[in-house]
């Protein structure tokens, strides 16, 4: 059963513009949610991460946007640059701080255009 | 910091072959998982160890699949006997009690005729 839900598939942005990725997912224990980046022939990397007790959470060009009620997360990319262009997986895990499960959803391919 | 370690980095096999695939997690990392990456079925946790113990192998797709970790330093992933279904990516990832991010190494593209 696939507990974290993620959309689109693959999206192009040209370049200068905003990237955006949904997930949504069903566990109500989940309290943690991490975006990890992916470049083709490497493993992913945690981009950035939330926990509910915040709506938003901002690193640089990247942003959470966290709706607890309706149990769904997004990430933006403002400013998108070519080299974005890459894999991104949102995830969520039961357990903080103890480095464990994570369930990932399936991934969306981004692809920014010059 | 050297990251994780995964050998060998590619391996073709035959049918029926038994594949061991390994992994060096990062030193003073005391966690570690075993993932799965397919075109299909995205990103799939095996197992995953805390402390060399096996804690979590639900995602352990059969019998075929099994894994040990001897030691803090060094796991395996065997796959007897390979089938071309399991043809994938392999990915060990490492993290440390107290934090919250898995560390991944680079994968193992595992491909059985």
């Known amino acids: 059963q696939q507990q974290v839900k993620q959309s689109p598939q693959s999206l192009i942005v040209q370049k200068g513009g905003i990237s955006i990725i949904n997930c949504a997912y069903e566990?109500?224990?989940?309290?943690?949610f991490p975006w990890y980046q992916q470049f083709p022939g490497k493993g992913p990397a945690l981009l950035i991460a939330i926990r509910p007790d915040v709506s938003e959470k901002k690193e640089g060009r990247f942003t959470i946007s966290f709706n607890k009620s309706a149990k769904q997360f997004s990430l933006h990319i403002m400013d998108s640059q070519p080299g974005d262009s890459a894999t991104y997986f949102c995830a969520a895990s039961t357990t903080p701080g103890t480095a464990s499960k994570l369930t990932f959803g399936t991934g969306t391919r981004l692809q920014v255009t010059l | 910091d050297a990251g994780v370690i995964q050998s060998p980095r590619h391996e073709v096999t035959e049918m029926g072959q038994e594949v061991t695939l390994r992994c060096k997690p990062i030193?003073?990392?005391?966690?570690l998982f075993w993932y799965r990456q397919t075109m299909m079925r995205g990103l799939e946790l095996l197992i995953y160890?805390?402390?060399?113990?096996?804690?979590?192998d639900s995602g352990m797709p059969e019998d075929r699949f099994s894994a040990k970790m001897p030691n803090a330093s060094f796991s395996t992933l065997k796959i007897q006997p390979s089938e071309p279904r399991d043809s994938a990516v392999y990915f060990c990832?490492?993290?440390?009690?107290?934090?919250?991010?898995?560390?991944f190494g680079p994968g193992t593209r595992l491909t059985v005729l």
């Open positions: 566990n109500t224990a989940f309290d943690y």
């Open positions: 160890f805390n402390n060399n113990v096996p804690i979590d």
């Open positions: 030193s003073g990392h005391n966690s």
């Open positions: 990832a490492s993290g440390r009690s107290g934090t919250d991010t898995q560390y």
